[in-house]
């Protein structure tokens, strides 16, 4: 059978290729933007062979990101329950992912994002789309008000995994989870559902 040209064929490299492709992809034109069949023409592949490889979207961009934890598995429990407890739930998950053995894929993630604006691209669309947009849409939120709120949520769990993670600063580094869950979900708890001081001002409309 005569071999089809112009697309890679299976092999051990083309699993990486496509990670390579994809990590270019969700960098310079964004989660949503970014297509399956795009990613697979820049990979020299067929969009089927990056399907048979990844399954979904969702589950190649948390390839190419080599995230420690799936989102889709992990927000569900964050917003189930009281809705005023949920900047808890959701500083008690992120510290037991980044707490985890496999925590370590985030904080090299969060160190290279420091110096590197393409993987800084990368971690704002994963806490983006893959973690504060999920959360966001569970709640009653003027459409407005959503970035500004995502962004709040965004600087106060980088700061939090800056300061525990990378800078190690005591006694933040060392302080129990459930510490950290009682003084820091309040503050994430107000970013998501306490009135926005001056809402008519033009952040709260920033796209």
Do not use: C
Request: glycine fraction near 6%; proline fraction near 8%.
């Amino acid at each position: 059978m005569a071999r089809r040209t112009g697309r890679r064929p299976g092999n051990p490299d083309t699993r990486e290729t496509i990670l390579a492709a994809a990590r270019t992809a969700f960098a310079d034109r964004g989660y949503d933007a970014a297509s399956i069949r795009a990613i697979a023409t820049a990979a020299g592949v067929d969009p089927a062979l990056v399907h048979h490889y990844f399954g979904s979207k969702d589950k190649l961009f948390l390839a190419a990101m080599n995230a420690p934890a799936d989102p889709g598995v992990l927000v569900p429990a964050v917003i189930t329950g009281d809705p005023d407890r949920i900047g808890e739930r959701l500083v008690r998950t992120f510290l037991r992912v980044w707490d985890a053995p496999s925590g370590a894929a985030a904080v090299a993630l969060l160190r290279s994002a420091v110096s590197n604006e393409w993987t800084a691209r990368l971690l704002r669309e994963f806490l983006t789309t893959q973690v504060l947009r999920r959360v966001l849409e569970h709640l009653d939120i003027p459409p407005a008000e959503l970035s500004l709120r995502g962004a709040l949520v965004a600087s106060q769990l980088i700061g939090l995994a800056m300061t525990r993670y990378v800078v190690r600063l005591e006694p933040v580094a060392s302080a129990p989870p459930e510490t950290l869950v009682a003084t820091v979900g309040p503050t994430v708890q107000r970013y998501l559902t306490a009135p926005l001081a001056g809402k008519e001002g033009p952040l709260v409309n920033a796209s």
